[in-house]
Nanobody, 121 residues
Framework: QVQLVESGGGLVQAGGSLRLSCVAS??????????MGWFRQAPGKEREFVAH????????YYADSAKGRFTISRDNAKNTVYLRMNSLKPEDTAVYYC????????????WGQGTQVTISS
């Protein structure tokens, strides 16, 4: 079994920053060989992609809404992926999920339970 556990969410004022973390675990799960992504879902809206960091290569890719403000990174030694979020806006309010995708997978294989991010104006 693979577990992804997010943390770091909370309530901040607009313009503030947060860093989300997602720790992965599993007996046969080799974190370093998975592309890791962050997604979010706002109330009444569909889940949307935020950013990913790929394997192989470690390339990063961001949704337009995240470019220039969010930074995704990973620490393979800690089985952890991070999402640093700066200049937060009320429209960033959502539940944020991390997810893992295997190299041969067409879609993300594993998902965390999410962490709530609320931005006050």
């Amino acid at each position: 079994q693979v577990q992804l556990v997010e943390s770091g969410g909370g309530l901040v004022q607009a313009g503030g920053s947060l860093r989300l973390s997602c720790v992965a675990s599993g007996r046969t799960f080799t974190f370093s060989t998975y592309t890791m992504g962050w997604f979010r879902q706002a109330p009444g809206k569909e889940r949307e992609f935020v950013a990913h960091i790929s394997w192989p290569g470690g390339r990063t890719y961001y949704a337009d809404s995240a470019k220039g403000r969010f930074t995704i990174s990973r620490d393979n030694a800690k089985n952890t992926v991070y999402l640093r979020m700066n200049s937060l806006k009320p429209e960033d309010t959502a539940v944020y999920y991390c997810a893992a995708k295997g190299y041969d997978s067409g879609d993300y294989d594993y998902w965390g339970q999410g962490t709530q991010v609320t931005i006050s104006s």
